[in-house]
């Protein structure tokens, strides 16, 4: 076993906020292709990886705002109304203001800091301030502390030992399913 080390959410990835194309616009989201992400498509949501949202937005629409395109395999982390939905960017995608999602860098393994977000869930929402809804700020999402393996191999190693747990399951989920329906 490796030496952990005790760092913050800023160490292991960058912290990108998202941003909401004005919807008074039809150009920002007719016939848009680019996937934009909102909490509403994860409330209820019970896998890890998400491809889209209920809408797309165009290029003009992720021009007109402060939205930044995420490569695949970027752990998306709503930051208010409500904190903590969690899922991995199946693809690039772009979320609205109510995430602080983390591009994992070349040191951090990306499912493990999945994992890592989803354990320290409810620790980070009861860092939300607000008056009228709780939200976690980007300054306290990148200074969050945590303890990670220094070595990416190990954070693959615990990581796949989880990933096969949830896929277990998902799959069991699946029948369950299926047999109801």
């Known amino acids: 076993m490796s030496n952990w080390r005790n760092c913050t959410i800023n160490d292991l990835g ?3 906020g998202g941003a909401t194309p004005s919807t008074k616009r039809a150009e920002n989201y007719d016939g848009g292709t ?3 992400i909102t909490p509403k498509d994860l409330a ?3 896998g890890r990886f998400i491809s ?3 809408r797309n937005i165009t ?3 992720l021009k007109s705002c402060s939205a930044q395109l995420m490569p695949a395999h970027s752990i998306l982390f709503s930051s208010r109304a409500p904190i903590g939905y969690i899922a991995i960017a199946e693809n690039e995608v772009c979320t609205n203001q109510g995430f602080k ?3 994992p860098n070349e040191n951090t393994d990306y499912m493990f800091l999945y994992y890592l977000l989803k354990y320290n869930k409810n620790r980070i929402e009861g860092l939300g301030s607000g008056t009228t809804f709780k939200e976690v700020s980007g300054s306290t999402m990148r200074g969050i502390e945590v303890s990670v393996p220094e070595a990416v191999e190990e954070q693959r190693c615990i990581a796949s030992v989880l990933s ?3 896929d277990k399951i998902e799959k069991n989920t699946a029948i369950n399913e299926n047999l109801a329906a």
Do not use: K
């Open 164 to 166: 096969a747990l949830d």
């Open 14 to 16: 960058t912290v990108v």
């Open 59 to 61: 290029e003009q629409g």
């Open 44 to 46: 209820g949501f019970t």
């Open 34 to 36: 680019i996937a934009w």
């Open 52 to 54: 889209r949202g209920e």
């Open 101 to 103: 999602s983390v591009v």
